[in-house]
């Protein structure tokens, strides 16, 4: 079965500074990657996603991801954040076989921007 | 506009009680979920559906239950409800396609007393 670690739980960083939010995945065959956000009281939204091609993922609000085959990671970074990215982001990955492209949740970052 | 609506969003209510958590997609697609989140822990799916009367149990044992009369409304019923369901419950939409992005609605925070 698919699993997903976030390495970090709680992440605080300065507005404007860069970002990077760690996501591992176990390795399978076939593998596709997503990061939503979730903003207070809300529910998922979709930053980006990797199904294939380029490893290198560009996702809405500034964001961007690698796909690392062989490091089986897909972290998330920001060059210069907003206080307005102050949010939980959560790594998924997906496989084809029995789970029919089930997704598999890391347990989250929170990532704190202070001004 | 196509989206993912929940109701309720909040929900208070004693031991005991028959509750059903709505959810309706506006997009069209076949596949509906339901995910649990706890704080600090990741979601957990613990119903899906195909389409119009399949429904399939997710990888956390749950004792809610689903049904699909209808492609767009995908709601889950609580018989007797329990301080242990506390919690926040999503729903999600997509296609058929493989690996697709999965939509999620606002979600219903859920306290049982």
């Known amino acids: 079965a698919q699993s997903v670690t976030q390495l970090d739980s709680q992440v605080p960083v300065f507005e404007e500074a860069p970002v990077e939010l760690r996501c591992n995945y176990s390795s399978s065959v076939s593998v596709y990657l997503f990061w939503y956000v979730q903003y207070p009281n809300q529910g998922l939204q979709l930053l980006l996603k990797?199904?294939?091609?380029?490893?290198l993922v560009k996702g809405i609000n500034g964001f961007e991801a690698e796909f690392n085959k062989s490091q089986t990671s897909f972290h998330l970074r920001k060059p210069s954040v907003h206080i307005s990215d102050t949010a939980e982001y959560f790594c998924a990955a997906s496989s084809s076989g029995a789970g029919s492209y089930q997704l598999t949740f890391g347990k989250g970052t929170k990532l704190s921007v202070i001004p | 506009e196509a989206d993912i609506y929940q109701t309720p969003r909040y929900l208070v209510i004693g031991t005991g009680k028959k509750i059903t958590l709505e959810c309706s997609q506006t997009m069209g697609h076949d596949k509906m979920y339901w995910y649990q989140q706890d704080p600090g822990m990741e979601l957990h799916l613990i119903h899906y559906s195909y389409g119009v009367n399949s429904t399939e149990k997710g990888d956390l044992s749950s004792e809610s239950t689903v049904s699909r009369i209808r492609t767009e409304h995908f709601p889950l019923t609580l018989e007797s409800a329990r301080p242990s369901h506390t919690s926040q419950y999503l729903c999600?939409?997509?296609?058929?396609?493989?690996?697709?992005?999965?939509?999620f609605g606002p979600g219903t925070r859920l306290l049982v007393l």
């Open positions: 990797y199904l294939s091609g380029s490893t």
């Open positions: 999600a939409s997509s296609d058929l396609a493989g690996a697709t992005t999965q939509y």
